[in-house]
């Protein structure tokens, strides 16, 4: 009923208004949460009311930042879009989604819509609506405590790609194991990729995940690899190899900014991490997927600042702040080959929780290259968060002094205070919200003293 659809719309943007100017929280998840308990149909409702497409965006790393892009990218165009910008991207995140974007007659004025998934909650979204196109940026090893090995989240994968089989698929060619789910899964499926060398191999001391050929198990053979197990691969055993790319790119340039070309257009961004080339390719490949032209896009990305703690800036008493999520392996050594990228002197805050969202195993930190923080002029590192202590250790068995503070907001002073005007915070999952708090509360004083 109607009616219902309209009580429950009221009650969500009535709950997340309280949690966030009262609660200083997101509130998100329980206006989702709150919408569903008054309406269950709600989430099928409003994404039936969709008028040209609705994309999700899954992967272990870069969904959020990918689909802001996209949503971003639409909206250039004169589109309207819904969007999970925060990042919850669970059942409640992905209807708070639908329902906040509502209006207070319970309908909803969208032409698409752009949603993260978490991978092991896409069982639980398919069956409120099948999206038109899936954006699939990469499987790296994640939180093995809550999602076990690789192969489990490429089954659940699997399942609902062909729960939806008219979904198209756009996947980053570079991933061996990314390509290979998607043409086991048997949906059509558009591949991405970066066609030419761009990162020396040799410097890099980094577990590649996807070693060995999904298909027949025998070695992947690299022509060259980018970070991790993502390159131009081919199985030494079988006929699997990297599938031919629709949407590659190329004439890769990276400084205090990224540029590449990709269907003879030029695109450039403000940002830095060689990664965002991938997210800025993956947003590209599913918009032309889509058939949606872009002509607006270089001026998008030259006023796109990555929110939600994806390489974030913040300025505080003359000290310049870079925010980044760093949350596993694959992650964290990107984080690493764009802070390296800056060539000035920096100091580094990195804070290390190991909550039930984080995963409560932190043993990858061990898979983590941190040894290369020795060449990266750093002239700090402090170490922060709950088990602080373990990252402090690591730190010492690469032989890489670092200061002890388990309160962010203390580490952060003092690096405000006695640093070098240059600061990155590196910081994994629960840590960001509220690290992401601390920086804006300390960015909005009108003066230092005020402390």
Not at 140 to 147: A, E, G, S, T, V
Not at 334 to 360: C, F, H, P, W, Y
Request: hydrophobic content about 40%; some cysteine; aromatic content about 10%.
């Amino acid at each position: 009923m109607k009616i219902r659809r309209i009580a429950a719309v009221w009650a969500a943007k009535g709950a997340e208004k309280i949690s966030r100017h009262i609660f200083h929280r997101q509130g998100v998840t329980w206006a989702g949460k709150i919408a569903l308990k008054i309406d269950p149909e709600i989430l099928r409702e409003l994404a039936g009311q969709i008028r040209e497409a609705i994309f999700i965006v899954c992967g272990t790393n870069g969904k959020t930042t990918t689909n802001n892009i996209l949503c971003a990218a639409l909206e250039a165009e004169g589109n309207k879009v819904v969007c999970n910008h925060t990042g919850s991207n669970m059942l409640n995140g992905v209807t708070a989604a639908f329902v906040l974007a509502a209006g207070l007659d319970g309908n909803l004025d969208a032409d698409y819509a752009c949603i993260e998934i978490d991978e092991a909650s896409t069982r639980r979204v398919f069956p409120y609506f099948k999206p038109d196109y899936m954006v699939l940026t990469n499987l790296f090893r994640d939180q093995l405590d809550r999602y076990g090995e690789i192969d489990i989240t490429m089954n659940l994968l699997k399942e609902v790609m062909q729960s939806a089989p008219e979904m198209k698929v756009i996947v980053n060619g570079d991933d061996a194991l990314s390509a290979f789910l998607a043409m086991d899964a048997g949906n059509e499926f558009i591949t991405y990729g970066i066609d030419e060398q761009v990162m020396d191999q040799k410097e890099s001391h980094e577990i590649r995940e996807g070693r060995f050929c999904k298909k027949c198990g025998a070695l992947l053979k690299y022509k060259f690899y980018h970070y991790s197990q993502l390159g131009d691969y081919t199985c030494t055993g079988c006929d699997f190899k990297r599938p031919g790319i629709r949407y590659a790119a190329s004439e890769i340039e990276m400084g205090d900014g990224l540029s590449f070309t990709v269907e003879g257009r030029r695109v450039t961004a403000h940002y830095k991490g060689f990664y965002n080339i991938y997210n800025i390719l993956a947003a590209y490949a599913a918009a032309r997927t889509a058939r949606v032209e872009l002509p607006h896009l270089n001026g998008m990305l030259s006023e796109f600042n990555p929110e939600n703690g994806r390489m974030e800036q913040f300025q505080v008493n003359g000290t310049k702040i870079i925010l980044n999520l760093a949350k596993n392996p694959a992650g964290f050594n990107q984080n690493i080959s764009a802070v390296m990228q800056d060539g000035q002197r920096k100091d580094l805050i990195i804070v290390i929780n190991d909550n039930e969202q984080d995963g409560t195993d932190v043993s990858w930190l061990w898979d983590v290259d941190f040894d290369r923080f020795q060449d990266a002029n750093v002239n700090s590192i402090t170490v922060s968060g709950i088990r602080c202590q373990d990252m402090r250790l690591r730190l010492k068995y690469a032989e890489i002094p670092s200061m002890l503070e388990p309160d962010v907001e203390k580490a952060v002073c003092g690096r405000i205070e006695h640093g070098c005007g240059n600061l990155y915070v590196l910081v994994n999952y629960t840590a960001l919200f509220s690290t992401r708090n601390v920086l804006r509360r300390l960015e909005e004083r009108k003066t230092w003293t005020e402390r």
